[in-house]
């Protein structure tokens, strides 16, 4: 290798052991791009591939799905080289029934890169140009790094089917539950209630001049206060606790509707019968899908979150290990990225 092919990596080797090293650069095939990466943000997937408890990812392997970065290389009817890109890190069939009926991101066999495929802790990555959405030079990195989270917070909240002035309470302020919160608020939502147990994260959450239930307060008692005693039209579950699980129908005002964002690890109790009698909708979100990540990518463009406020942390490539610890610690830094460009 030479230093015009290979490029730096954070290769998992084995479960909690990331090696920085000196691997070839990938050379993308007809119909793909190769791609230098910015910022790959870190989430509760990439902690399950870590730890090694996710089933499908084996190491060695190079991690990342939440990507941004510049075309290097284009072929065929790609992104012209200096782009910046915003990345749909799904990968699905195109076979199977969801496939075929359009629903891509819910496919039986559905795969992302990162897991399946290289991904972008690393100087470089190699991707298909249809996973590429171009957004305007002028858009600050660090914004576009919030694209693929906020593709899920859009994709919640366009399912839940949201009406004007609707009051909707959300359980959880960590970077989904936050972004679903500023979505809800931009499409018309009403009042936006936030639980959340840590207090730096409430407290930012207040910042935002959303409803934010003290951490040691009784979250029912509260939001019946603050629903005249009705419950919250919309609850989004972007926590995924048991703890949680066990109270949503109590949140939930009758015909109300239960939106299931977080993923939970293992099955949770829920009352099914308060659901049955007051005849819940109960909503499940997986990822989201190429509309929402359009939409997403232009909110970042258009600047009409105010996304410059997030709590942003940003580690190197080098120190990919400790930007995990800190993820890990649901602390004030609301979203860590990892810059695969070299730190000054």
Request: proline share 7%.
């Amino acid at each position: 290798m030479t230093p015009q092919t290979s490029m730096r990596a954070a290769v998992l080797v084995a479960p909690e052991k990331i090696e920085i090293q000196q691997i070839e650069r990938p050379q993308p095939p007809h119909g793909w791009s190769l791609v230098r990466v910015e910022y790959t943000g870190l989430c509760g997937t990439d902690f399950s591939i870590l730890h090694g408890t996710h089933p499908r990812a084996l190491p060695p392997l190079i991690m990342g799905h939440e990507i941004t970065g510049v075309v290097e290389i284009s072929t065929d009817d790609g992104p012209k080289p200096g782009t910046r890109v915003v990345v749909e890190p799904l990968i699905s069939c195109g076979e199977c029934g969801p496939c075929r009926r359009g629903e891509a991101h819910v496919c039986r066999r559905l795969g992302l890169y990162g897991i399946d495929l290289a991904g972008s802790l690393a100087e470089y990555v190699a991707l298909p140009n249809s996973a590429l959405i171009p957004v305007p030079s002028t858009v600050p990195a660090l914004h576009a790094a919030l694209t693929e989270p906020l593709a899920v917070a859009v994709h919640a909240v366009a399912l839940s089917g949201m009406r004007t002035g609707d009051r909707v309470a959300i359980f959880g302020a960590g970077p989904i539950g936050t972004l679903t919160a500023l979505v809800a608020r931009h499409d018309g939502a009403g009042e936006v209630i936030i639980i959340e147990p840590s207090a730096e994260r409430s407290a930012f959450a207040a910042s935002l001049g959303f409803t934010v239930i003290p951490p040691d307060a009784d979250a029912l008692k509260e939001i019946s206060k603050l629903t005249d005693d009705e419950g919250a039209d919309l609850v989004f579950d972007t926590a995924a606790h048991p703890s949680v699980a066990a109270i949503l129908p109590s949140a939930t005002r009758v015909r109300g509707t239960i939106v299931l964002v977080g993923v939970y690890k293992k099955p949770a109790e829920v009352d099914l019968q308060a659901i049955t009698f007051a005849e819940h909708t109960v909503i499940g979100v997986r990822v989201y899908t190429r509309a929402d990540m359009e939409r997403a990518a232009q909110l970042v463009t258009d600047d009409v979150l105010d996304l410059g406020r997030f709590p942003v942390k940003v580690f190197g490539l080098e120190e990919a290990a400790a930007g995990f610890d800190t993820a890990a610690s649901a602390g004030a830094a609301l979203k860590v990225l990892i810059s695969s460009e070299r730190m000054q």
